[in-house]
């Protein structure tokens, strides 16, 4: 057995450090991946929560947090019955993206710019991803209103007409203040704020769909 403390590769360590514990402590041994969903969540606010802040002692420990998060998972799926797999393979299969994804790092494309470098990427995911057919397909159903409604938004811009860009905001602390605004106006109102954008991104998504399929139709 591999003593986490004397193994000189960090990484291998900390997985050794998740085996362990996942073997030996019984509380560790009863949680599942729906179990590990809110901690999942908190460990990622808390990592945005030290970068915003520039807090780097904070953030060192929360990167921290949230790998060990990837490591329980993973000791997690090595103990499935039909379809185990553990960190390596998470790791590898992690390796093996990346470099498809950078052509010109690892290959022999080139990409002088920041936006040949997304073309890149965008050629490859959609190689990767030739069942989806929808350009909203693999956005998360679970994410906050106001973050889906951004990547819908962004996924619906090629395809759909989306919802005009309010007048009158020169800065994202502007847009701080009338997002808040809005949210207070809710408030005496009554209103769920986050439901209201839930169901409005609900109805843009319809109208991505109708529109690609009335694209495929002609």
């Given amino acids: 057995m591999i003593d986490p403390l004397t193994e000189p590769d960090a990484l291998r360590a900390a997985a050794e450090t998740m085996r362990q514990t996942r073997e030996r402590c019984v509380w560790t041994q009863r949680i599942t ?12 606010h808390e990592v945005i929560d030290a ?20 490591l329980f998972h ?20 992690l390796t093996e993206k990346m470099v498809r994804r950078h052509p010109h790092v690892f290959g022999d494309a080139v990409a002088t710019t920041p936006h040949e470098v997304l073309v890149h990427w965008n050629a490859a995911k959609a190689a990767e991803k030739r069942e989806r057919r929808s ?3 693999g956005i998360p159903a679970g994410m906050p209103a106001l973050a889906r409604a951004q990547k819908v938004i962004d996924r619906a811009a090629s395809v759909a007409e989306v919802p005009a860009a309010a007048s009158g905001i020169a800065s994202e602390g502007e847009l701080g203040d009338a997002l808040l605004a809005l949210v207070a106006q809710a408030r005496q109102k009554g209103w ?6 839930r169901e409005r991104v609900r109805l843009l998504e319809d109208e991505v769909r109708a529109a690609e399929q009335a694209e495929q139709a002609t």
């Fill in 33 to 44: 991946h729906r179990d590990l969903v809110p901690y999942l969540i908190e460990e990622s």
């Fill in 51 to 70: 970068v915003e802040r520039d807090d780097r002692a904070e953030l060192r420990e929360e990167l921290g947090d949230l790998l060990w998060q990837v």
């Fill in 74 to 93: 993973s000791a997690i799926a090595a103990q499935h019955p039909d379809d185990p797999f553990d960190i390596d393979d998470v790791a590898r299969g």
């Fill in 192 to 197: 769920d704020a986050e439901r209201a954008l």
């Fill in 135 to 137: 350009a909203l397909d």
